[in-house]
Structures are given as structure tokens and as C-alpha cells.
């Protein structure tokens, strides 16, 4: 990325691990029309910051065949409860999206562009703050 970030790794990847109780992966995603957009398939952290900064959502397809993997900031967390992950995003939305491509995950302009679309600020920038881990009862 660049000198005050690490390159992003597929946390699967690192000797990093997450609290059982705060790991997502496996979770049902949901929209923000609480409709079911697919299952975390993977969490992207900044290897030097040890943080995440994106979650690799699978949908569509069977038994891996056809799906599509979307690239979502982590920001668009808005709440985890009951074994779902609640996006701020709308289908609709996630159907335009820059898509998920393992060879472009520490390419800085294809980020920027990420995080646009998305409306977010990226992690690099001055004056970012991470997202509080989003527990919801």
C-alpha cells in the first residue's frame, strides 16, 4: 500500500488469529433491507497494523462453482448478531461494485476506487478511525 501500511494478506494466511467471538467468517451477510447477499468468505488484514480492513463476501453459484466474490470495506459493518453480519449497503448496490481480485488487493488506486464507491474514507488516509467492533444485542 504504501510506507505506513502493511500489505493486505488474507487473514487465512498469517499467524494472526480473531477472538472466536468476534470471528465472522462463515456468517449469513445481510443488506441494509436485511435481505441475504451471501457468507463471509474470507477477512483481508493489513499485515503491519494487524487489523481488518475489508471482508470478502461469496454469493451465488454451488459448491463454489459460479460464485461471485464481492470486496467490501470493513466499515460497511453495521451490526453482528445472531450469526449475521449486517451491511450498510443495498443489493442493488453490491450488484455494481468493484469485485473481489486477490491480484489487486494492494493495488492503491483500485482501493481508492473501492472505497469511493462505497462512500468511505480509506484506512490510509489522515483522520481515519477504525470502525468499533459492531455488537449488537
Known amino acids: 500500500m504504501d510506507s505506513t501500511h502493511g500489505e493486505l494478506v488474507p487473514l487465512k494466511e498469517t499467524d494472526q488469529t480473531v477472538a472466536p467471538e468476534e470471528d465472522i467468517r462463515g456468517m449469513?451477510?445481510?443488506?441494509?433491507?436485511?435481505?441475504?447477499?451471501?457468507?463471509?468468505?474470507?477477512?483481508l488484514v493489513d499485515a503491519d497494523e494487524?487489523?481488518?480492513r475489508f471482508i470478502v463476501v461469496a454469493s451465488g453459484g454451488f459448491l463454489g462453482l459460479g460464485e461471485h466474490q464481492s470486496y467490501i470495506?470493513?466499515?460497511a459493518v453495521v451490526s453482528v448478531r445472531d450469526d449475521e453480519v449486517h451491511i450498510d449497503q443495498s443489493r442493488e448496490r453490491l450488484t455494481g461494485a468493484p469485485g473481489y481480485d486477490p491480484q489487486l488487493v494492494n493495488d492503491r488506486e483500485y482501493n481508492e476506487g473501492v472505497f469511493g464507491y462505497y462512500g468511505y474514507t480509506p484506512f490510509w488516509t489522515a483522520g481515519y478511525v477504525y470502525p468499533a467492533y459492531p455488537f449488537l444485542p
Do not use: H, Q, W, Y
Not at 441494509?32 to 463471509?40: L, R
Open 28 to 43: 449469513t451477510v445481510k443488506d441494509a433491507n436485511d435481505e441475504k447477499i451471501g457468507t463471509v468468505d474470507g477477512l
Open 50 to 52: 494487524r487489523k481488518v
Open 73 to 75: 470495506p470493513v466499515d
